[in-house]
């Protein structure tokens, strides 16, 4: 990953008009590793809470626990695309909790799953890259059908459906 951060590349407000120009050199990887989601998770986090939308969020209204939230996420991950069963939490559940302490936005919505495509396409690609955009892409609408007062399809970036079929929550 570059020094460089995604989230001065990608202060602009609309999903749709992001650029953070070309991805790093060398060759592609895939997020085929707990070593390389690892590495995304932090990644994501780390321009997640520069977010101007999305960080008050996480640090203000959630008041995180980062040494607890990161290796959660990794957790997560894992079992989504390695199969790894280490995670056994609720996630909407946990969403549910957030949502009660203050209302998730639609554009809550638009920041976190455009950072997560962003992060994602700067440095990784392959089947399970697909796999993480597009499952989050249905988590994302799923978790904003079940949550009240909230109108949000992913619709503003491709995702690239591959390796979608099949997952699971
Ligand atoms: C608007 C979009 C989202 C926001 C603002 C958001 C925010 C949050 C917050 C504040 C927490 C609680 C952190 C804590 O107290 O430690 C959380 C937990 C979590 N989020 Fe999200 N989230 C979003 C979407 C998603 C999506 C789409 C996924 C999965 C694809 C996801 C996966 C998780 C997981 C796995 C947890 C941990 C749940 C647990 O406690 O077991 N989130 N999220």
Redesign the pocket.
């Known amino acids: 990953m570059s020094e460089r951060r995604l989230a001065a590349q990608t202060s602009m407000k609309r999903a749709d008009t992001f650029d953070i120009g070309s991805p790093d050199v060398g060759p592609a990887v895939d997020l085929a590793t707990r070593g390389q989601i690892h590495d995304l998770v932090v990644s994501f986090y780390r321009e997640l809470i520069m977010d101007d939308n999305?960080g008050p969020?996480?640090s203000e209204v959630?008041e995180?626990?980062w040494s607890?939230?990161i290796p959660?996420?990794i957790d997560?991950w894992c079992r989504v695309l390695l199969g790894d069963p280490s995670y056994q939490?609720?996630?909407l559940d946990?969403?549910r909790r957030?949502h009660d302490l203050q209302a998730?936005t639609a554009e809550?919505?638009d920041r976190?799953y455009a950072l997560w495509i962003i992060t994602i396409d700067h440095t990784w690609s392959g089947p399970l890259a697909e796999k993480a955009k597009a499952?989050?892409a249905r988590?994302?609408a799923s978790?904003a059908r079940q949550l009240p007062r909230i109108a949000w399809e992913p619709t503003q970036l491709q995702t690239g459906t591959r390796g979608a079929k099949g997952d699971t929550d």
């Open positions: 999305l969020v996480f959630a995180v626990d607890h939230h959660l996420l997560y939490g609720a996630i946990a969403h957030m998730f809550n919505f976190w499952h989050a988590i994302a978790l």
